[in-house]
């Protein structure tokens, strides 16, 4: 009954490679996020998708490119694979979110396990 | 400077003790103030949620917001071993309703039996 899932848990990839991360909710609900967190814990916000459309990007090289098959899943493609990338990602979802600011339960972002990328 | 500031600790305290986590803000459209908990290797769980200032209690956990020095604070009572975690601050602002939130990078810590 896992809520917000992400596959694979773990990557380990060459410089330049391309590869895919899936994430996956059974909540029912309409937004979905991909966040990086760094090796000092810091997490960002990269991208939102609300009922399959997207509404942030946040300066994130284009190599990234998310896409929302349907409102349960989100997934991110990464190309051109560098140092850089390696981080947790994580996958998010939430109940709406400007559209519904006068129902409480819509502030949580239920988060997934992370994926750790470890790009060689 | 970044958005949202935070301690990174590691912050130890002794089973008990009364335990304080702040975060300072520069973005004064901040509304929308909520508190974190990541375990290791997990995702981030929400803990506490308030809107615009005050106070709100939850148990052991009382958040505050001071929007006027732009620093909210989380505060844990009688903290427990399982309460050893890394805490996240984020907040949002009215014209991105809950989506975008802007986390602190988070502080970590240790309580020990």
């Known amino acids: 009954d896992t809520a917000v899932s992400q596959t694979p848990k773990y990557l380990v990839t060459q410089m330049g490679n391309d590869k895919s991360i899936k994430c996956e909710q059974n909540?029912?609900?309409?937004?979905m996020y991909w966040y990086k967190q760094d090796s000092k814990k810091f997490l960002k916000i990269m991208f939102s998708?609300?009922?399959?459309?997207?509404?942030i990007n946040e300066t994130v090289p284009n190599r990234f490119s998310p896409k929302s098959p349907d409102k349960a899943h989100l997934n991110l493609h990464i190309n051109s694979l560098e140092l850089g990338d390696s981080a947790v990602y994580f996958c998010?979802?939430?109940?709406?979110?400007?559209?519904?600011?006068?129902?409480?339960?819509?502030?949580?972002?239920?988060f997934g396990p992370g994926t750790r990328l470890t790009v060689t | 400077q970044k958005e949202v500031e935070q301690d990174p600790g590691p912050l130890s305290v002794p089973e008990g003790a009364i335990v304080s986590l702040n975060c300072t803000y520069s973005?004064?459209?901040?509304?929308?103030f909520m508190w974190y908990r990541q375990y290791s290797r997990k995702g981030p769980e929400l803990l506490m949620y308030?809107?615009?200032?005050g106070n709100k209690e939850d148990g052991r956990f009382t958040a505050q917001v001071d929007k006027s020095s732009k620093y909210i604070s989380l505060f844990i009572r009688d903290s427990q071993p399982s309460d050893s975690a890394t805490y996240l601050c984020?907040?949002?602002?009215?014209?991105?309703?809950?989506?975008?939130?802007?986390f602190g990078t988070g502080t970590r810590l240790l309580v020990s039996p």
């Open positions: 998010a979802s939430s109940d709406g979110g400007a559209v519904n600011l006068k129902r409480e339960t819509s502030y949580e972002q239920y």
């Open positions: 909540l029912g609900h309409d937004t």
């Open positions: 984020a907040m949002s602002a009215m014209n991105t309703g809950f989506q975008k939130l802007v």
């Open positions: 998708y609300n009922n399959k459309e997207l509404i």
């Open positions: 308030t809107y615009s200032s």
């Open positions: 973005n004064s459209a901040f509304q929308y």
